[in-house]
């Protein structure tokens, strides 16, 4: 048992040292098994397999990833992974090392980085793990692998090739010359003597725009129509190769989510149809959630199973406001439709399934603290309002949990989180693999 389990196992929410980050087990595990099912789903209803890649980065823990691959929540778990970080796989295959198991079999490294630098320790974990997955989205990254050579165990580097689904933020567009160059260089001998292509790998990051889940399914056939198009295109550039055999990799949050619509399906039929590779469907923050999903319209706010819990420390009455020790440091500057920088949920609510009741918010913040404000909905943040009766303010010393605008990057401020069962009382503490070394 960790030293903080030890301290803190069976601690009730109300007793906990603030700010900390809380996970609602039963929220993250409902969570993960749902988006599993979700897949499963897609594939009985296609008739083709449909492969799960699941992302870590939000919490980057061995617990929470063992979740995401349904390990003890679905019959048959997967075995496949996106990582942000080196760390994050490395850790993670210490961990399996351990405890003996390999969950674990199936690792891509997120960012498209073949410089000598990455290459050295992408060679390191390929040694480690059955099967390592890498980004490419350059001519010369290809030259930097042929320069490096086959690796660890004289294996062929197995290759993703990223498409930039018009974010400009990692990969090509398909119908971008360079993405033809990269192809062509691909099929080149001295390429395939040190590399196979694996397939194509599109994130629609301009997902977490939409406002309803109707265009985040728009987006989600987006993405399958531009890795099934890049497929098309390297098999008209060497038709020796199998298309079945490519994975075709896409996903985000958001679209992901929209598998939640079951009827109608024009994706259905594409995949059954058209699609030439093999599906995959990845994302991370599912797990957690957090006010930019909940601004995409695709899930309820009771979904979200990940909180910064604060402490009132003082208030003021004349501008009906409290201060709270959950600033910048614990819940960042990001943002997202919600104004502020995070909604206020009552501790003995956050376990419930039903829509919250929100009465403050985070409205301003500094390095170590923020400003609570009375909630009045989306529309109307003004101060005083005369539509709404005044709220009584909290007590000093009360404690609240923060629905965070952004999971993923407020998570990365918590050197552990507390897991909570479903008395709200501590049942085990994760570490995540923070950092870079
Ligand atoms: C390469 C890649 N794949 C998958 C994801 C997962 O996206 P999401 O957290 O929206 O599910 C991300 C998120 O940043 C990403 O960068």
């Given at each position: 048992m960790s030293d903080l389990l030890s301290t803190y196992g069976g601690y009730d929410v109300k007793r906990l040292p603030t700010p900390c980050f809380l996970i609602v087990e039963t929220k993250f595990d409902k969570n993960c098994r749902h988006m599993l099912e979700r897949v499963n789903e897609l594939e009985r209803e296609t008739n083709v397999p449909i492969k799960f890649r699941a992302h870590i980065k939000t919490h980057k823990t061995a617990k929470g990833t063992l979740k995401q691959l349904g390990v003890g929540l679905i019959e048959t778990p997967k075995d496949s992974i996106v990582v942000?970080?080196?760390?994050?796989?490395?850790?993670?295959?210490?961990?399996?090392?351990?405890?003996?198991?390999q969950y674990v079999k199936d690792i891509c490294?997120?960012?498209?980085?073949?410089?000598?630098?990455?290459?050295?320790?992408?060679?390191?974990?390929?040694?480690?793990?059955?099967?390592?997955?890498?980004?490419?989205?350059?001519?010369?990254?290809?030259?930097?692998?042929?320069?490096?050579?086959?690796?660890?165990?004289?294996?062929?580097w197995s290759i993703f090739i990223k498409v930039d689904m018009g974010t400009q933020r990692a990969g090509l567009p398909t119908e971008s010359a360079e993405f033809l160059e990269l192809l062509k260089k691909l099929i080149t001998p001295e390429v395939a003597e040190v590399a196979d292509l694996y397939g194509f790998y599109a994130h629609a990051g301009h997902s977490y725009n939409v406002t309803n889940i109707l265009d985040a399914h728009d987006l989600l056939l987006q993405e399958i129509k531009a890795v099934n198009e890049a497929a098309k295109m390297v098999r008209k550039l060497n038709p020796k190769i199998n298309a079945i055999d490519l994975t075709l990799s896409v996903?985000?949050?958001?679209?992901?989510?929209?598998?939640?619509?079951?009827?109608?399906?024009?994706?259905?039929?594409?995949?059954?149809?058209?699609?030439v590779g093999t599906l995959e469907i990845h994302c991370g923050n599912y797990c957690v959630y957090d006010l930019q999903q909940l601004s995409t319209n695709c899930i309820n706010d009771f979904e979200c199973s990940g909180y910064v819990l604060g402490t009132v420390l003082s208030s003021y009455k004349e501008r009906h406001e409290m201060l709270?020790?959950?600033?910048?440091?614990?819940?960042?500057?990001?943002?997202?439709?919600?104004?502020?920088?995070?909604?206020?949920?009552?501790?003995?609510?956050?376990?419930?399934?039903?829509?919250y009741k929100i009465d403050w918010f985070i409205d301003r913040i500094s390095q170590e603290h923020g400003i609570l404000k009375q909630y009045h909905g989306q529309e109307d943040q003004e101060f005083p309002n005369k539509k709404t009766p005044l709220k009584p303010l909290l007590n000093l010393g009360e404690k609240i949990a923060i629905l965070p605008q952004h999971a993923c990057i407020t998570m990365g401020q918590f050197p552990h989180y507390f897991v909570l069962d479903n008395d709200n009382k501590v049942s085990d503490v994760w570490i995540p693999f923070q950092k870079w070394q």
């Open positions: 942000s970080t080196i760390k994050e796989a490395t850790e993670l295959l210490n961990y399996q090392d351990k405890i003996c198991k490294f997120g960012l498209p980085a073949c410089v000598p630098e990455i290459i050295d320790q992408l060679n390191t974990l390929s040694g480690r793990v059955q099967n390592l997955r890498i980004f490419v989205d350059s001519v010369e990254h290809l030259d930097n692998l042929v320069k490096f050579g086959r690796s660890a165990n004289d294996r062929k996903g985000a949050t958001p679209t992901s989510n929209s598998l939640r619509i079951r009827d109608e399906l024009e994706i259905n039929e594409y995949i059954r149809d058209t699609l709270t020790n959950a600033g910048v440091m614990a819940l960042t500057r990001e943002s997202s439709k919600f104004k502020g920088n995070g909604l206020c949920i009552h501790t003995d609510t956050i376990l419930k399934d039903e829509s």
